[in-house]
């Protein structure tokens, strides 16, 4: 007995139509806003490593900023010290600012309120012409 080869005949495929198109259309929509919602996340992130990269730096460059003016506040001063000694314009350093508490120490009142003149009946007249 020899074996004979059956086939099944394939099914064939069936033609594209305007649905076919349209659900391909709603998964390619899919797939994108997926793929756009992770690189959002990814930049948003990004952004955020990046700003907080940048207040550091800003940390480091205004620290070394104000470490330059007061060395040059204090060269200038050391220079003028002599001049203004001859002058005789030398005074005392100012004294040292200071946070002013409130007399009474309590807190504020609330601001009063509006007078709407729900209460009131206003009529007015009209003229006869």
Excluded: Y
Aim: net charge positive; aromatic share 2%.
């Amino acid at each position: 007995m020899t074996a004979r080869n059956r086939t099944t005949p394939r099914a064939k495929a069936p033609e594209p139509n305007l649905r076919h198109v349209w659900l391909a259309g709603l998964g390619a929509v899919a797939i994108a806003r997926r793929r756009g919602a992770q690189r959002l996340t990814a930049a948003k992130q990004d952004i955020e490593r990046i700003a907080r990269q940048a207040q550091a730096t800003l940390r480091e460059v205004r620290a070394q900023g104000e470490a330059g003016v007061e060395k040059f506040s204090a060269d200038v001063e050391a220079r003028l010290a002599p001049v203004l000694e001859k002058l005789g314009l030398a005074s005392a350093r100012p004294a040292a600012k200071t946070r002013r508490k409130s007399a009474t120490g309590k807190p504020a009142r609330p601001a009063a309120r509006k007078r709407t003149g729900a209460g009131k009946a206003t009529t007015r007249k009209r003229a006869r012409a």
